[in-house]
């Protein structure tokens, strides 16, 4: 599985993005995380494989959207209302579609495939 991250980039504060994530070789539960400037990678969002459910962190809830394309392969992360602690590198994962990953989407652990990560930058 190979997957390819993009759409990051330098916004200002309130200003949005959207992100893509591009996966081959199927169709998996899906993960957004980021790793700030000063910060330890943390879980951002994630999606089932089948769209039927969605996860947020408390923070980018109602300001983040995941949704997915599955005829097309892509994963996406629309980023509206950006604040400058959003900066980070964007990284997506795949995960393969076992039943327990609805209980730890929000751990690293929970996904076998990342991809290279895309930068966004927030300025205020």
């Known amino acids: 599985v190979q997957l390819q991250a993009f759409g990051g980039g330098l916004v200002q504060a309130g200003g949005s993005l959207r992100l893509s994530c591009a996966a081959s070789?199927?169709?998996?539960?899906m993960g957004w995380f980021r790793q700030g400037p000063v910060n330890e990678r943390e879980f951002v969002g994630a999606?089932?494989?089948?769209?039927?459910?969605?996860y947020y962190r408390p923070s980018v809830k109602g300001r983040f959207t995941i949704s997915r394309d599955n005829a097309k392969n892509i994963v996406y992360l629309q980023m509206d209302d950006l604040r400058s602690e959003d900066t980070a590198v964007y990284y997506c994962?795949?995960?393969?579609?076992?039943?327990?990953?609805?209980?730890?989407?929000?751990?690293?652990?929970?996904?076998?495939?990342w991809g290279q990560g895309t930068k966004v930058t927030v300025s205020s």
């Open positions: 994962a795949a995960a393969l579609r076992r039943s327990d990953w609805r209980g730890y989407y929000y751990v690293g652990s929970a996904y076998d495939y």
């Open positions: 070789g199927g169709a998996y539960h």
């Open positions: 999606i089932s494989w089948s769209a039927d459910r969605t």
